[in-house]
């Protein structure tokens, strides 16, 4: 069973930074591409950064420059390291998976950039 659990997300202030969290089971982890998305209440789902099973990055414009997506196939974990963090930053981050063509996703963590 695909279980992704995220952690990491809290209250920050504008120019802080966080380290997001995806702790991922049940599937052959090194072999898979991983993704984080957030979301806003009422709108959608926004995809911010995808790392490859070889470990290319990509992301979202909005983004370039102050996110970094990694992974650790030792620990099965997949971060997001968030630097330079905006008020529009605030959001639902969710990890995201796809196995066996199945959409796999966290229980999402909170992230509010505020003063």
């Known amino acids: 069973q695909v279980q992704l659990v995220e952690s990491g997300g809290g209250l920050v202030h504008p120019g802080g930074s966080l380290r997001l969290s995806c702790a991922a089971a049940?599937?052959?982890?090194?072999?898979?591409?991983m993704n984080w998305y957030r979301q806003v209440p009422g709108k959608e789902r926004e995809r911010v950064a995808t790392?490859?099973?070889?470990?290319?990055?990509s992301y979202a414009d909005s983004v370039k420059g102050r996110f970094t997506i990694s992974r650790d196939n030792g620990k099965n974990t997949v971060y997001l390291q968030m630097n330079n963090l905006k008020p529009e930053d605030t959001a639902v981050y969710y990890c995201?998976?796809?196995?066996?063509?199945?959409?796999?996703w966290g229980q999402g963590t909170q992230v509010t950039v505020s003063s």
């Open positions: 790392i490859s099973s070889v470990r290319s990055t």
């Open positions: 995201n998976t796809l196995v066996a063509i199945m959409n796999y």
């Open positions: 049940g599937f052959p982890f090194s072999s898979h591409g």
